[in-house]
């Protein structure tokens, strides 16, 4: 009833910039909270940045200050700015979309199907 579309992933040397994309589409009435996570191979996955629908943000402590996380309610889509990235920061990274849905307004949380992003040293 939802789909989420990420794009933006790819290989960068350490020190380099991405921006990931994440668009949601579907039966969607409105879009609470939009946030980032990530999955290093062999690890659990872990949260990145999240925003509120009022633009309030919040991020994991090991990306702060290198990150950000911004969203385009009209489009419906959320952004991560990552500078400065480090080679502890390769994962696949996940958008996570809540919000209500259109018709029965039902809850929802989607998951993107993850981009990878590579750090090179």
């Known amino acids: 009833q939802v789909q989420l579309v990420e794009s933006g992933g790819g290989l960068v040397q350490a020190g380099g910039s991405l921006r990931l994309s994440c668009a949601a589409s579907g039966s969607i009435f409105s879009i609470n909270a939009m946030g980032w996570y990530r999955q290093a191979p062999g690890n659990q996955r872990e949260w990145v940045a999240r925003i509120s629908s009022g633009g309030s943000t919040i991020y994991a402590d090991s990306v702060k200050g290198r990150f950000t996380i911004s969203r385009d309610n009209a489009k419906n889509t959320v952004y991560l700015q990552m500078n400065s990235l480090k080679p502890e920061d390769t994962a696949v990274y996940y958008c996570?979309?809540?919000?209500?849905?259109?018709?029965?307004?039902?809850?929802?949380?989607?998951w993107g199907q993850g981009t990878q992003v590579t750090v090179s040293s």
């Open positions: 996570n979309v809540r919000g209500l849905l259109s018709g029965n307004q039902n809850e929802f949380g989607s």
